[in-house]
C-alpha cells in the first residue's frame, strides 16, 4: 500500500452550509445505499456488515461489556444496519472470520503500536509483526442483544425516530452532543432506557461507551480530532474509527466506480423518488458529489500511525485524564500514562474486490 502523500484537510461539497438541503439528503441516502448494498461477485457482503464481522471479532466476548455510541450519526447512517447485523450474529452464535491478519497495538502480543519512552517524550510507534487470537465465546451469547445509539451535534430526530422503530436496541439522545466534550451522562439522556444484559465478562452495573465513528474521523482537522480523541480516552471504555476509504490510488479508483455503479442500481432503490433520479441521470449532481467528496475523504484519512500520533500528542501535553482522574502524563508514583490504560488495534479488510477497503483502528481500555 503506497500512501499519496500526506494528509490534506480539503473540503467537501456536502458539508457546506451553502449545499441545499434537498441535495443533501439524496447525497447521505446514496451514501448509505453504498454502505449497505453488497454488489454480487465483487462483494462477499456489504460494508456495514462488514463492520459488525469486524467489531464482534476484535472484541470478542467483550463485545457485551458495552453500549455502543455513534458521535457522528448523521441521518443514521450505517448505525441501524450495524446494530442489526451485529445482534443478528449474536442472536445466531455465528463465529466472525476476517482474511487478512490484525495488528495488534500497544497490548503486547503479536504487533503494533507501543509505548516507548525515547528521551523523556511519550511516542506512539508501530511495528511490523502481525497475528490474531481466535476469540473466545459466551455460552449464553445467542440470548442477549447490545444497545446503540445515535447521536450528533446536529441531531435528525425524524429519521432517527423512524429507524427506532425497527428495533428495541437501537435509540438515539435528541438532544445536540458534541463529541469534544460530551455530557457524562450521556446514556441518561436517550428518547427512551435502554435494556441492558448482564456482561459477560465484567460485574460492573455502570454503563461503558464504546464510541462509533463510522466514515467520520477523516471530516476533523487535526484541530478538532485532538480534543475528540482526548474526550474519548478520558470519558469512554472503547472507540472504533472505520473509514471506507484511504489516501492509496486504488482507493481514488474505487471511489471513481460509485459513479456508474449508482447508475446501476439507482432505479432498483429510488423508483419511487423521481428527485434522485432526475439527479443522478439527467443533471447528475448526487454521483458528482459522492465521488468528489469520496476523493476528498480519500486525501483526508489518517493512517493508523497518524492517529497513534494524535493519541501520543494528547498524552504529551498532560490533557488525558486517566481512570483516577489525574492527568495521564505524570500519574501517581510511576508516572504511568493514561495510554497504558488502553489496548490498541489496527487493520484492513476488503469490502470491494479488488481496491476496496475497510481500514478499522480500535482502542479498549484495560480492565482494572
Known amino acids: 500500500m503506497v500512501i499519496l502523500g500526506s494528509r490534506i484537510h480539503f473540503y467537501e461539497i456536502n458539508d457546506q452550509s451553502w449545499f441545499p438541503s434537498y441535495f443533501r439528503e439524496k447525497v447521505q441516502a446514496g451514501l448509505t445505499l453504498l454502505w449497505t448494498f453488497r454488489v454480487p461477485f465483487i462483494q462477499s457482503t456489504s460494508p456495514a456488515a462488514l463492520v459488525a464481522q469486524i467489531l464482534q471479532e476484535v472484541l470478542g466476548p467483550k463485545i457485551y461489556d458495552y453500549e455502543y455510541v455513534d458521535f457522528c450519526a448523521g441521518a443514521g447512517g450505517p448505525t441501524p444496519f450495524?446494530?442489526?447485523?451485529?445482534?443478528?450474529?449474536?442472536?445466531?452464535?455465528?463465529?466472525?472470520?476476517?482474511?487478512?491478519?490484525?495488528?495488534?497495538?500497544?497490548?503486547?502480543?503479536?504487533?503494533?503500536?507501543?509505548?516507548?519512552?525515547?528521551?523523556?517524550?511519550?511516542?506512539?510507534?508501530?511495528?511490523?509483526?502481525?497475528?490474531?487470537?481466535?476469540?473466545?465465546?459466551?455460552?449464553?451469547?445467542?440470548?442477549?442483544?447490545?444497545?446503540?445509539?445515535?447521536?450528533?451535534?446536529?441531531p435528525h430526530i425524524p429519521a432517527w425516530a423512524a429507524a427506532?422503530?425497527?428495533?428495541?436496541?437501537?435509540?438515539?439522545?435528541?438532544?445536540?452532543?458534541?463529541a469534544s466534550s460530551a455530557p457524562s451522562n450521556l446514556l441518561s439522556l436517550t428518547e427512551s432506557p435502554l435494556k441492558r444484559s448482564p456482561s459477560s465478562s465484567t460485574s460492573t452495573s455502570d454503563p461503558r461507551i464504546f464510541r462509533l465513528y463510522s466514515l467520520a474521523f477523516h471530516h476533523f482537522p487535526d484541530s478538532l480530532a485532538r480534543p475528540i480523541l482526548n474526550n474519548t480516552l478520558t470519558h469512554s471504555s472503547g472507540f472504533a474509527i472505520f473509514e471506507l476509504q484511504e489516501r492509496t490510488f486504488s482507493s481514488l479508483l474505487t471511489v471513481t466506480l460509485i459513479?456508474?455503479?449508482?447508475?446501476?442500481?439507482?432505479p432498483f432503490y429510488f423508483w419511487r423518488d423521481p428527485g434522485f433520479l432526475f439527479f443522478t441521470y439527467?443533471?447528475?449532481?448526487?454521483?458528482?458529489?459522492?465521488?468528489?467528496?469520496?476523493?476528498?475523504?480519500?486525501?483526508?484519512?489518517?493512517?493508523?500511525?497518524?492517529?497513534?500520533?494524535?493519541?501520543?500528542?494528547?498524552?504529551?501535553?498532560?490533557?488525558?485524564?486517566?481512570?483516577?482522574?489525574?492527568?495521564?502524563?505524570?500519574?501517581?508514583g510511576g508516572g504511568k500514562g493514561v495510554v497504558d490504560e488502553w489496548e490498541f488495534k489496527s487493520g484492513e479488510e476488503l469490502h470491494t474486490w479488488p481496491t476496496g477497503k475497510v481500514s478499522w483502528f480500535v482502542g479498549v481500555r484495560r480492565q482494572q
Open 82 to 154: 450495524i446494530e442489526r447485523e451485529i445482534n443478528r450474529r449474536l442472536g445466531s452464535d455465528e463465529s466472525p472470520s476476517l482474511s487478512s491478519a490484525e495488528k495488534d497495538l500497544g497490548n503486547g502480543h503479536a504487533s503494533g503500536l507501543i509505548k516507548q519512552q525515547q528521551n523523556g517524550t511519550s511516542a506512539i510507534t508501530e511495528r511490523g509483526r502481525r497475528g490474531r487470537a481466535a476469540p473466545s465465546r459466551s455460552a449464553s451469547s445467542s440470548q442477549r442483544a447490545v444497545n446503540f445509539v445515535m447521536t450528533d451535534i446536529a
Open 259 to 266: 459513479w456508474p455503479l449508482l447508475w446501476a442500481i439507482a
Open 282 to 332: 439527467v443533471i447528475p449532481v448526487i454521483p458528482f458529489v459522492l465521488v468528489f467528496d469520496g476523493w476528498v475523504s480519500s486525501f483526508r484519512t489518517r493512517t493508523e500511525g497518524e492517529v497513534g500520533d494524535l493519541i501520543a500528542a494528547c498524552e504529551d501535553d498532560g490533557s488525558v485524564l486517566g481512570r483516577d482522574g489525574e492527568e495521564g502524563k505524570e500519574r501517581g
Open 164 to 178: 427506532t422503530k425497527e428495533s428495541p436496541n437501537l435509540h438515539y439522545v435528541p438532544t445536540p452532543v458534541d
